[in-house]
């Protein structure tokens, strides 16, 4: 791909968009840079003064301006004024993801899924560095993929955890290795409808070949009726039923089988150091991945019994006068809340609430079944969920307005043998910047107990 002489507009000023224009204007681009805050609002780091060729921060450019790109960033609608301008303007529209892809040398493995991305990111990453390759964990995650994009050679591997919204800009993007891990109801205030959310994440294997590999949960009825329309070799993975070929459970191991070929025991459950079912199913895929990759089974199975897993996904965070503190601050939607919750079993005091995607909270009170001793709510959603329990009988809850007070009212109420789990069932945008600065409060609040 051309940089050199070329004009883009970088819009949206996040982690992604300052690394694409930072990366621009290193190779000779003409950077332009949009967001729609107001230039008082922008950070100074992001302008790198003298470099840039324009701003547009709380303004769209004017209509008989041109651009060769405009470069998205994924926390921006396609229904949105500057991506329409983009339309008309602009030559080509794409994100980071895409842009990154164009620019770097070596394999991806991409992964995407309504859950369990993170974790299994994380997990492929180890396998791989434990493998000995170069290894690049980036995208969703929190590292941008054109920061890697930029050092890596031929033999690099990414392991890139991508959402709808990145990979509702690809165009080219084609991994050696895709996932999907599992579709369930999130981020219906964008997608509008679960067909489309489905579509945007089945870009992720749009463009690979006969050569390439798909995995995919047998389990998730919604992520496996994708398969039929991908190019790639298909390879399932389930944690209920054994398998013909693909990876699976039996006997109490985590075994994978080719066609043709004998079944590998790749390594036992009981190996897996991350409590919850859906933990396994994460495990499966992160191994069935790094298989069709070229990994051999004993460097998966180290990985696998060394991983701790990831912050923010069920974190142990201490234990107080016997009362366990689990920071699950990114369960930002019913299904991960849930599994969140199904693995801590029972004695739970819930932290819940947050920014509202219009998900239906009634199937996720419902499926407390006794484990959720009292609720704490704040956020949009508060009240919405409030109706839900309603809805369903259950009465223990209280509405608050901070998560510090949630967690004093935990922190009361608990006695030993009590868990206290921070796991919202929604997004942390209206009171928090990110799921991580969520979090990090939740921490610091248990550890000032201590």
């Known amino acids: 791909m051309e940089i050199k002489g070329k004009s883009f507009l970088v819009a949206g000023m996040g982690k992604s968009g300052i690394a694409a224009a930072r990366v621009l204007l290193r190779d000779g ?34 209509a008989s301006e041109k651009f060769d790109y405009l470069v998205i960033s994924p926390g921006i609608p396609l229904d949105e004024e500057i991506a329409a301008f983009g339309k008309s303007n602009c030559g080509e529209i794409m994100g980071e993801l895409e842009l990154a892809y164009r620019l770097s040398r070596g394999s991806y493995i991409a992964i995407t899924g309504t859950n369990g991305k993170t974790t299994t990111t994380s997990l492929v990453g180890e396998i791989l560095e434990k493998a000995g390759r170069e290894t690049y964990v980036v995208g969703n995650i929190g590292y941008p993929v054109i920061d890697a994009a930029e050092k890596s050679t031929e033999n690099g591997w990414f392991a890139a955890e991508v959402s709808s919204f990145q990979l509702e800009t690809t165009k080219d993007f084609a991994p050696k290795v895709s996932a999907i891990l599992n579709v369930t109801p999130d981020h219906l205030n964008r997608h509008k409808t679960m067909e489309n959310y489905a579509a945007a994440k089945a870009k992720v294997f749009e463009n690979q070949t006969a050569d390439d590999y798909f995995v995919v949960n047998k389990d998730n009825k919604e992520a496996f009726e994708l398969a039929v329309n991908c190019p790639a070799q298909v ?20 075994v994978i089988k080719k066609s043709c070929e004998e079944a590998v025991e790749l390594c036992k459950i009981s190996d897996i150091g991350i409590p919850g079912v859906h933990n396994v199913e994460n495990v499966l895929a992160a191994a069935a991945m790094c298989y069709c990759a070229g990994v051999r089974a004993e460097v998966i199975a180290e990985a696998v019994k060394a991983f701790k897993g990831v912050e923010h996904r069920i974190e142990f965070v201490a234990e107080v006068d016997g009362v ?44 407390f079944n006794g484990r959720v001793k009292h609720m704490y709510l704040i956020g949009a959603t508060s009240p919405i969920i409030a109706e839900a329990c309603e809805r369903n009988g259950f009465k223990a809850y209280t509405e608050l307005n901070t998560l510090k007070e949630c967690i004093m009212e935990a922190k009361a109420a608990a006695k030993p043998g009590d868990i206290v789990l921070l796991s919202p069932a929604c997004a942390s945008w209206g009171m928090y910047n990110n799921y991580e600065e969520r979090g990090a409060e939740f921490k610091a609040c248990v550890r000032g107990f201590l």
Do not use: H, M, Q, W
């Open 29 to 62: 681009g003409k950077v332009f840079l949009y967001d729609k805050k107001a230039e008082g609002e922008i950070p100074e780091a992001v302008v790198e003064a003298g470099r840039i060729s324009g701003e547009y921060f709380g303004k769209i450019p004017e």
């Open 235 to 254: 390879v399932a993975f389930s944690r209920l039923e054994e398998l013909e070929e693909g990876c699976f459970v039996k006997d109490g191991a985590i």
């Open 324 to 367: 366990k503190y689990y920071n699950d601050s990114k369960g930002t939607n019913t299904d991960a809340a849930g599994k969140a919750i199904d693995a801590l079993e029972k004695n739970i005091y819930l932290l819940a609430g947050g920014y509202d995607k219009k998900e239906d909270f009634n199937p996720f009170v419902a499926s």
